[in-house]
């Protein structure tokens, strides 16, 4: 008999796992109170960048000496609700002991680890279904006002170099050979080519979903309210229902904290929220990605509309959206693309699981077997789900996942 898993949290991370399960021979049953592919979750709304050139933390030194002046500004990208704050602080100061140059040639390498194959993730995870057709491949361009605002970042200009990431240089005039539309801000940019995006990150979540569910993945609708850990364990759904299985997998994202409290093993995975607004029908788009560093947000050429998605809001799981947000990023649309007009837009706010230190919470915690945890894949979550399946599956089976998975120690903090 088959042995058999249930994986709570249907997001890219739980439906590659999923998927990688099934191939290995699992009986699977993935738990979540929304559908696959639906705006409850944060691999709906994201940029769509498999970003396999992205391995620098959220916390920087440069980020946390900006911070405090950038919380009172409604044109910057972080924002606080400082109702807030008092239940932030013990994931923030954590957060801020990581923000050390120190500390971040320390996570680089571990960062790099995670997304340097992250195309071949993507296409090995999609690969003959339907979901390989939202995968785009092109070039990843950054914005930039001046050249010196790339120049003056020496620190990533130098940890990049040391994984061999050498971004091409872009004139003014060479962007606008790429892209006549471009606003008169941007003077500067850089390029990685080779790179991959999804074109609807909803549409390729649903898909590998059916996917599953064709290659026998059962999915059951509903809340889980707590995880028992043990030899065989079991979560509890909302209204009271128990399901069991060989081994539970927890990737639900940035409620997985939450979840493993229920184990009394909490996680420190914060809900850093960010926004979109998905523009349809528009009267042109963008050539490839956009990174928009005076907004620190990307903006990407996908289905049938344009996408800008950014920022980082600290408000907990459950505070409503926020209107500043979304007028920061349409500004920031206005600045990359002045003439741009469209049919309508869509607004969206999704939660990124974020981790103190960047790095995902990756395997079990000593007094709670057979719960496997996989989430804290902050901005490059969408990028590591893949990935992150893959080592579920050799956890799993007790096969060596051939990583040192020390720094990932969901219980770490
Ligand atoms: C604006 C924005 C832009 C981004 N851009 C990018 C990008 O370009 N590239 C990139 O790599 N990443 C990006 N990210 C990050 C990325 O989207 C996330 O890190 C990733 O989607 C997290 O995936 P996940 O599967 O862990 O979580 P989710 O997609 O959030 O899935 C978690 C699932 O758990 C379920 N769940 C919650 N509670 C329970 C419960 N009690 N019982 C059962 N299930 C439950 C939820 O309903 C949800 O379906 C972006 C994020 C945002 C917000």
New binding site residues.
């Given amino acids: 008999m088959a042995r058999s898993a249930l994986i709570?949290?249907?997001?890219?991370?739980?439906v590659s796992t999923a998927i990688w399960m099934l191939r290995d021979g699992w009986r699977v049953t993935l738990?979540?109170?929304?559908e696959?592919g639906s705006s409850?979750?944060?691999?709906?709304?994201?940029?769509?960048?498999?970003?396999r050139t992205?391995m620098i933390p959220v916390a920087t030194p440069s980020m946390v000496l900006k911070a405090p002046l950038m919380v009172f500004d409604p044109h910057s990208p972080l924002f606080l609700r400082w109702s807030y704050l008092p239940r932030l602080l013990p994931w923030l100061l954590p957060f801020m002991r990581n923000a050390t140059e120190a500390r971040m040639r320390e996570v680089v390498p571990h960062l790099s680890m995670l997304i340097f194959d992250a195309s071949e993730q993507h296409l090995a995870v999609s690969q003959g279904t339907a979901a390989e057709k939202h995968i785009a491949k092109g070039d990843y361009i950054t914005l930039y006002n001046r050249q010196s605002d790339y120049e003056d970042d020496t620190l990533t200009i130098e940890l990049r170099r040391q994984f061999g990431l050498e971004p091409v240089s872009l004139t003014r005039k060479e962007l606008l050979e790429r892209d006549p539309n471009l606003g008169p801000s941007y003077t500067f940019g850089t390029m990685f080519s080779d790179f991959h995006?999804l074109t609807s990150?909803a549409k390729y979540?649903a898909a590998l979903f059916e996917h599953a569910c064709c290659e026998g993945a059962v999915f059951k609708q509903?809340?889980?309210?707590a995880l028992a850990p043990g030899e065989t364990p079991s979560v509890t759904l909302q209204g009271g229902e128990t399901l069991s299985a060989d081994k539970v997998v927890l990737?639900?994202?940035?409620?997985s904290g939450?979840?493993a409290g229920t184990m009394g093993k909490a996680t420190k995975v914060e809900a850093?929220?960010?926004?979109?607004v998905s523009m349809y029908a528009p009267n042109f788009t963008a050539p490839v990605p956009y990174m928009v560093t005076d907004a620190k947000c990307?903006v990407?050429p996908m289905d049938g509309f344009l996408r800008a998605?950014?920022?980082a809001e600290f408000a907990g799981l459950d505070a409503p959206a926020a209107k500043a947000p979304i007028r920061m990023i349409e500004a920031a649309v206005k600045r990359v693309y002045p003439n741009l007009t469209f049919e309508r837009s869509e607004p969206w706010?999704?939660?990124?699981?974020t981790m103190p230190d960047s790095l995902p919470a990756v395997g079990e915690i000593d007094g709670a077997p057979n719960v496997i945890h996989a989430?804290g894949?902050?901005?490059?979550?969408?990028?590591?789900?893949p990935k992150l399946g893959r080592w579920v599956t050799d956890l799993a089976n007790r096969r060596p996942v051939n990583v040192d998975l020390s720094a990932f120690k969901p219980d770490r903090f």
Avoid: C
């Fill in positions: 709570v949290g249907a997001g890219i991370t739980g738990v979540d109170p929304v696959p409850g979750q944060t691999s709906f709304g994201n940029a769509g960048l498999i970003a992205s995006w990150p979540v509903g809340s889980v309210v990737t639900a994202g940035a409620w939450k979840l850093e929220r960010g926004y979109h990307v990407t998605a950014g920022v706010m999704g939660r990124r699981p989430y894949g902050q901005h490059v979550g969408l990028t590591i789900g």
